[in-house]
Structures are given as structure tokens and as C-alpha cells.
């Protein structure tokens, strides 16, 4: 219980300086959020100062009050869960943007992560566990494609499979013109459909990664000493493989997950930006060129709670694969 209080408070420390930082890095970028809006305004007519008061106050900029008092509203806003007004795509509320967007990138991002986990993983089980085999020799053809960058790869496939052979479509999350969003058989499988060639950049370019982490735990986990024990028994060689070899040499790839899924949040904005693809990375690459503040502070504050909560996560289930981890707790 006194580890459990002790993670729990590391935690809300960690909460605390991420939220800190989170409301001074945008004000120390160049631009103003306020004179951006003013503007749109002022297409539509004359900007009065009170109207510019008004603005400054809704956006939680205001040039008269010190930057103590903008922080404490800043937290007290946070307590009652509002994140403000977004100045890219104003009137609309940043809850309502992150609302829209987040399910995009949670369906794309963690899917496409949790499917090159596994894959990696299991590859890699295979690979250390039969050194020398052709899959063994396979791995730096893999890593390959991870050190390819991003948007690199995403042109590549866009040309090869979206130009040359059109098997899949240039951009969006759904084909707008003959489907209705919903939970509906049509709209699901346009989805899956707009979504394949963006999940399998994403694949592709970090399965190499956990295949290659996973081969090398499981060399260095066949030369322990009770992997000699379990042969001595007279186990099964599969027995072995998934009961002693990988449940022990996948410790470190569980950790590197548990991070994978908690920036899932944050999308991967050069793949979206490639594919027009409607999720997160797109909205924070739009706020960060039109200096949206509260956007950007919003977008990063749903990041921070993912990455501390997965990173919380694994250490309470650390536990449960790891009974060393309960000894020393």
C-alpha cells in the first residue's frame, strides 16, 4: 500500500509540473492568439475595446491582469473542466475539437500500435527462441523501414497505392459523399477502408522495432541459468518458449508500450497531415501555426494524462508479471 501512495504521488507531482509547463510554453512562443481572432472579427465589422476586452478574457490572455493571476485561472478553469475557447476554429469550444477528433486518432494510432506490438513481439519471440532461422535474418529488413522517416514512408505508399495502383483513397477518414457517420455497417467499413493504408505507415515503420527489442531479450533470457532448469525437467520445448523465455525477456517491451500508448493520444501528426487524416495531430498542427493557445494547452494536457496514466498502468501490472517487483514492494 505504501508503494501504491508513493507511485500515486510521484504522479500528481509529475501533473503538476506537465500543467505548469503546459501554460508558460505557449505564451513564450511568438504571436498573439488575441490579435489573430481580432482580425477574423474584424472582417465582419468594426472591433470596439470592449469587444477586444471581452476577447482577451475568453481566451484567458488578458493584458491587464499579471501572469500569476492568468495562472491560478488557468488551474481553476482545468478544475471545472473548461479548456476555453479555440481562436483556429472559433466559436467552437477546444472540449468540442478534442471530442471530435480524439476518437479518429485513439481508432487509428492505437490500433496500428497495438497491432505492431504484437506482431513485433511475436516475430521476435519466434526469432530468438530459432537464432540463425530465415525470420532471424529477416529482422534487418525490418528495421529497415524503421528508420525510414515517417512522412517519407507515407509518401511512398500514397504514391504506390493510392496513385499508381488506386486500391486505396488519397486522404480523409470517409468517403463523405455516399456514407452516413454512425454505427452503421457502411460507415465502419469506409472507415477501416480510409484508414488501412495510414495504419499500415505506422506498421510498418515500428514493427522492426519491437521484433529486433524482443529477439534480443529472448537471446540474452536462454542463457539464464533456470532456462537450463526447465530443460533439466523435461518440459515441453513450447512450455519453455512462453512460460520461462518470453514471459521474462518481454518485461522491457511491456514498459516501451505502455509509452506507445500513451502518446497513441497524440497521434501521429506527420501521418495525418499526409493523409488529411481527421484525427488530433491534425487539430494541434493547425493551432500550433494559427497560435491557438488553449487548443495547444488542451491537445497536451489530454497527452500528459495518457502518457502518466499508461506509465501508471504498467507499474501496477508490473506487479502481476513481475513477482519480483511485489518482493520489493
Known sequence: MRHLLRKLGFYLVALWAALTVN??????????PVEILISKLGQ???VTPEMRASVEALLGTDSGAPLWRQYVDYLGNLARGDLGVSVTFFPASVGSIIEQTLPWTIGLIGLATVISFLV?????????????????NLIPV???FQSVPYFWLALILLFAFGSVWPLFPLNGGYDVYTVTPGWNGPFLGSVLYYGALPALTIIL????????GMRNMMVSTLSEDYMLTAEA??????????RYAARNAILPSVSGFAISLGFVVAGSIVTEAVFSYPGIGSALLQS???????????????????????????DLLYSVI????????
Do not use: C, E, H
Open 44 to 46: 465582419r465589422g468594426p
Open 205 to 212: 515503420s515500428s514493427v522492426g522495432g519491437w521484433m529486433l
Open 142 to 144: 525490418t528495421t529497415m
Open 233 to 242: 525437467k523435461g518440459l515441453r520445448p513450447g512450455r519453455i518458449m512462453r
Open 120 to 136: 513485433g513481439v511475436g516475430l521476435g519471440t519466434l526469432a530468438g527462441w530459432r537464432r540463425g532461422s530465415w525470420l532471424d
Open 288 to 314: 500550433v501555426g494559427g497560435n491557438d493557445y488553449a487548443l495547444m494547452q488542451g491537445i497536451f494536457l489530454v497527452i500528459t494524462l495518457s502518457v502518466l496514466g499508461a506509465n501508471l498502468l504498467v
Open 322 to 329: 513481475d513477482p519480483r517487483t511485489r518482493a520489493r514492494a
Open 23 to 32: 501554460f508558460f510554453v505557449p505564451r513564450l512562443m511568438p504571436g498573439d
